[in-house]
């Protein structure tokens, strides 16, 4: 049977592709599009050599602007974590229905969604089984809880660690624009702070907990010596909204911050100048190409030295090498310096 007239694919996270399900996915479904959404997921859908589209929005947001004909596949730590996801997404577009590929136990989710021709094949199709479910419409408010967690995990809302799970939920709330634990959280106090302010309704935020990650990169032979340098402080998650061709390297601050930052940069090749102070998370592997170095401050926060590097960045096209070697001078005795060999 042909596949469901102008069919669009949402992938989501780089599982999908780093188990291999992308392609067994496009064989059998023949998607009139494919499209990504997340920064990792984009990393490794570019190391796949897969064509696709980018779009930068959550899930939700992609999905409720495009045809009636969508699916959304994911392949999540456990398939328990995968269901949590796809009820999530659905909560967001209530009423609206949604078919959620689960690869992780080859599962067809139909959340508010009726049994019609478009389930049938891809069930057809893909061999996985059915499960018709409800979502209740997403609420907005002061608490959240995450689900699918496991004890000693990092847990992150927008892309900053907060603390470590100590069993399956954390429940957060927002009190005068600050973000709470209520239970389930060993904290993490710098995470915590730069939330504040930010936003009083978790209802819409991204959280998470786990790595980003578990695959390693796929460093590129691209370097360009000379360019544009970057800073990318505490938010790694937004790296490719602000890359771009010129860019000869990228200036980072965070230890989770230059992991991924290493981890995207070395599939395009581009060094990384991080500057840490010793309290990676884990959420991701690192990787970094020649040419980067990492800088761990000895008895300050990252985030002082960062305020500091920021001033230096110069607005035009540097040399990338003797710009690494001028900011470390500067640092002296401060930091302890190590360079990966990519």
């Avoid at 847990?155 to 709330?173: D, F, K, Q, S």
């Avoid at 020649?290 to 607005?315: K, L, Q, T």
Wanted: aromatic share 4%.
């Amino acid at each position: 049977m042909a596949a469901p007239h102008n069919l669009i694919l949402v992938l989501h996270g780089p599982e999908i592709f780093d188990a291999g399900d992308v392609p067994f996915l496009i064989d059998r479904l023949r998607p009139d599009r494919v499209i990504v959404a997340g920064v990792m997921a984009r990393t490794a859908a570019e190391e796949s050599g897969i064509p696709c589209e980018f779009i930068s929005l959550p899930p939700s947001m992609v999905i409720r602007n495009l045809s009636p004909v969508t699916v959304l596949a994911n392949h999540g730590k456990t398939p328990e974590s995968g269901r949590i996801f796809g009820e999530i997404v659905a909560s967001r577009l209530f009423p609206q229905g949604l078919i959620q590929i689960e690869a992780s136990s080859r599962t067809l989710y139909g959340w508010n969604h009726e049994m019609d021709e478009v389930m049938r094949s891809i069930a057809r199709k893909t061999g996985y089984g059915i499960a018709l479910v409800p979502a209740e419409k997403a609420r907005g408010g002061r608490v959240r809880t995450i689900r699918g967690c496991e004890p000693g995990e990092a847990v992150y809302v927008n892309g900053t660690v907060i603390g470590h799970a100590t069993g399956p939920e954390v429940t957060l709330r927002t009190e005068y624009g600050r973000v709470i634990p209520v239970s389930g959280l060993v904290p993490k106090t710098p995470g915590l702070e730069r939330l504040e302010g930010l936003f009083t309704d978790l209802s819409l935020t991204w959280c998470k907990s786990g790595s980003i990650r578990s695959a390693v990169p796929e460093p590129s032979g691209r370097r360009l010596t000379e360019g544009r340098v970057l800073l990318v402080d505490h938010c790694g998650h937004d790296l490719y909204r602000n890359l771009s061709g010129d860019v000869c390297g990228i200036v980072s601050i965070g230890d989770d911050t230059t992991a991924v930052c290493g981890h995207v940069a070395a599939h395009l090749g581009i060094p990384v100048l991080g500057i840490i102070d010793g309290d990676a998370d884990g959420i991701v592997s690192g990787c970094f190409v020649h040419g980067s170095a990492i800088a761990r401050a000895i008895a300050e926060r990252d985030d002082d030295i960062g305020s500091e590097i920021r001033e230096m960045i110069p607005d035009g096209i540097v040399a990338w090498d003797p710009f690494v070697e001028r900011i470390l001078r500067y640092l002296g005795n401060r930091v302890e310096v190590t360079r990966p060999s990519g």
